[in-house]
């Protein structure tokens, strides 16, 4: 059966989409998407039919990002394992780069998670590349790229290393010719497939596809004395992809008499503590912050016209959204001390010990830049009286971050015994010139915050289409969290208060330099999307917290419908795959089906 299994084959298709304005633009449409068949024929769209690689902008001599795309990508089987992706990189409207004029971009990728790209194969300079396919020779041991031009003329190149983009053969005259796919995903402008195992198949459609729970265990009987063992009794809700969490048991006690030595029978319904979107409405940038026994809530209240930080306090989460739950203000608009407009995501952190507020505010002048405010000793977070005066954040040399730009979305991560800062960062805004916003990281002193110990360092820019949709150009409200011995550093790009927003990843070992952007590993896909979960679009923003059962939970704000633009508040719980990696995603069915909510046990008392 496993032999067979093994010698089983399947398909993989690259295509990329149609245009949709309303509802998927060029930034995500000319990007290379993945489909997979089991029977050759029939193709099933992965990621939600959302797309997976995407070509990097340009930056030009002015420090310009200009957005690109790609057009009829190709894929072919490597000869030493492995597969290749050819496309022909394009304007975001999908007009023809004179940047690339001549060539083709190419990707490799051994299991169709990660991919690293190759760069520019150079075809023939004086001809725009209309489409190009590439096989590997055995007879020859050689690569033949296959292409033709914008006039339809129809080429040929070879080369032994495709990888090292250079020996590539002059372009001499050949046939183009090649048999597409039938059935594609809907919207799909098709690309070509190639024959993969199964077990590959079934491990990309697993890695892609959305998770769900599919089956849940609890211990067939349970030996107590007390109610309380039986109530710490937890189940293990096992996922699509073999992994697996605890969770709580609501069970019945009724029928259990622990004066008596007996075997009883009971029942319990898993626990599942959920939130249901929307929370709050007209919330940006939310934050909910565990802090001595109680829960915290601060947001940009866009309610407000994003003037002044109210914090909201309650015992549990669910309090902090009950409609008599008090706002308090603890910092209002201040002409005198510069506080006017632009109070923007604010961020508890504790620091050396010490509880901050990181935000961004701006004066009687639009342009936020980024302070902080320290709680004063046994001070209370929702008075206003407890918190000291505010800081604008200074470099390493005493000048403030900028004074040519908006700095704002200021976070704060330690890593090992070193502390950073990451915050966006935007020139000419608004211009012919608007660099777009920029996350930049620095090291800080714990004793001092406010006051960067090192020099700033370009962490990541939004090169992506998905990043760059329709020029909004953003790579904006970073946050972090540390686990197994891995920093995952979250941030928001596409368009803040529309269907777009998305959050990407980067990751880094805790242990490295977090200033040498070498150990950063940028996802190119966004990890949560508009098409993630069901009736939740552009979600984006968002930041971490534990809940009270050690759930490590995500709060992200996002809109209800595809056409609002009114930003409103959600929180789900972030898994972990089978492989430790997080899963943003998951929706509160997926997270637990209710039809597998009910469970038994056998309970032996003596």
């Known amino acids: 059966m496993a032999e067979n299994y093994t010698k089983k084959k399947a398909r993989i298709m690259v295509y990329t989409r149609e245009t949709d304005a309303a509802q998927y633009p060029a930034g995500l449409s000319r990007s290379i998407h993945l489909a997979c068949s089991r029977d050759g024929k029939n193709y099933e769209a992965l990621n939600n039919n959302y797309g997976i690689l995407f070509a990097e902008a340009a930056v030009d001599d002015a420090d310009i990002i200009h957005a690109k795309g790609v057009k009829n990508p190709r894929i072919f089987a490597m000869p030493e394992g492995g597969f290749g992706i050819v496309a022909v990189r394009v304007n975001e409207d999908g007009s023809a780069d004179e940047d690339s004029k001549g060539s083709v971009l190419l990707w490799t990728t051994a299991d169709f998670k990660e991919f690293k790209k190759i760069g520019f194969l150079p075809l023939h300079g004086d001809a725009y590349v209309e489409r190009a396919q590439c096989r590997y020779d055995k007879n020859t041991a050689e690569y033949c790229i296959l292409w033709q031009d914008d006039l339809g003329n129809s080429y040929q190149n070879e080369v032994k290393d495709i990888c090292s983009l250079t020996g590539i053969s002059p372009a001499h005259p050949g046939v183009y010719t090649e048999e597409l796919p039938g059935q594609a995903p809907e919207g799909a402008e098709r690309g070509n497939s190639v024959e993969i195992s199964a077990q590959l198949c079934d491990e990309t459609a697993l890695y892609w596809n959305r998770l769900y729970s599919v089956k849940v265990q609890v211990p067939k009987r349970i030996w107590a004395r007390t109610a309380s063992e039986v109530e710490n009794v937890r189940a293990s809700v096992l996922y699509s992809d073999g992994s697996s969490v605890q969770k709580q048991v609501k069970w019945e006690l009724d029928e259990l008499d622990f004066q008596h030595q007996g075997t009883f029978r009971i029942r319990g319904t898993v626990q599942n503590e959920q939130y249901q979107f929307p929370l709050a409405c007209g919330f940006g940038d939310p934050v909910i912050f565990p802090w001595e026994g109680r829960y915290y809530f601060i947001a940009t209240n866009d309610n407000l016209n994003d003037v002044g930080f109210y914090v909201r306090e309650s015992e549990d989460v669910a309090g902090l959204f009950r409609e008599d739950t008090q706002q308090h203000l603890i910092l209002g608009l201040d002409e005198e001390r510069g506080f006017v407009q632009t109070f923007w995501a604010p961020e508890f952190h504790v620091i050396g010990g010490e509880l901050y507020i990181l935000f961004a505010i701006s004066g009687k002048k639009w342009g936020p830049q980024c302070h902080l405010m320290k709680l004063k000793k046994g001070g209370s977070l929702i008075a206003p009286e407890s918190w000291e005066e505010p800081v604008r954040i200074r470099k390493k040399d005493g000048s403030f971050l900028t004074e040519d730009g908006i700095t704002l979305d200021m976070t704060y991560l330690k890593a090992g015994e070193r502390s950073y800062v990451v915050w966006s960062y935007r020139r000419n805004i608004g211009t012919p010139y608007d660099t777009g916003s920029m996350l930049y990281i620095a090291e800080v002193d714990e004793k001092q915050p406010w006051q960067l110990s090192s020099e700033p360092v370009l962490l990541t820019r939004p090169l992506y289409g998905?990043?760059?949709?329709?020029?909004?150009?953003?790579?904006?409200?970073?946050?972090?969290?540390?686990?197994?011995?891995?920093?995952?550093?979250?941030?928001?790009?596409?368009?803040?208060?529309?269907?777009?927003?998305?959050?990407?990843?980067?990751?880094?070992?805790?242990?490295?330099?977090?200033?040498?952007?070498?150990?950063?590993?940028?996802?190119?896909?966004?990890?949560?999307?508009?098409?993630?979960?069901?009736?939740?679009?552009?979600?984006?923003?968002?930041?971490?917290?534990?809940?009270?059962?050690?759930?490590?939970?995500?709060?992200?704000?996002?809109?209800?419908?595809?056409?609002?633009?009114?930003?409103?508040?959600?929180?789900?719980?972030?898994?972990?795959?089978?492989?430790?990696?997080?899963?943003?995603?998951?929706?509160?069915?997926?997270?637990?089906?209710?039809?597998?909510?009910?469970?038994?046990?056998?309970?032996?008392?003596?």
């Open 466 to 606: 998905w990043e760059n949709v329709n020029h909004t150009i953003n790579n904006e409200g970073p946050y972090a969290f540390i686990a197994d011995g891995k920093v995952y550093l979250t941030y928001s790009g596409g368009a803040a208060d529309g269907y777009t927003y998305a959050l990407g990843l980067l990751t880094a070992d805790a242990k490295d330099d977090l200033l040498d952007i070498s150990v950063w590993k940028k996802r190119c896909t966004p990890v949560l999307s508009y098409y993630s979960v069901e009736g939740i679009y552009g979600p984006g923003h968002n930041s971490f917290f534990t809940d009270a059962q050690g759930n490590l939970m995500i709060a992200y704000h996002a809109e209800d419908a595809l056409e609002h633009h009114l930003r409103c508040d959600g929180i789900h719980r972030v898994h972990f795959n089978i492989h430790g990696e997080p899963v943003f995603d998951l929706s509160a069915k997926r997270d637990l089906d209710p039809a597998l909510s009910q469970v038994e046990t056998e309970v032996i008392v003596g």
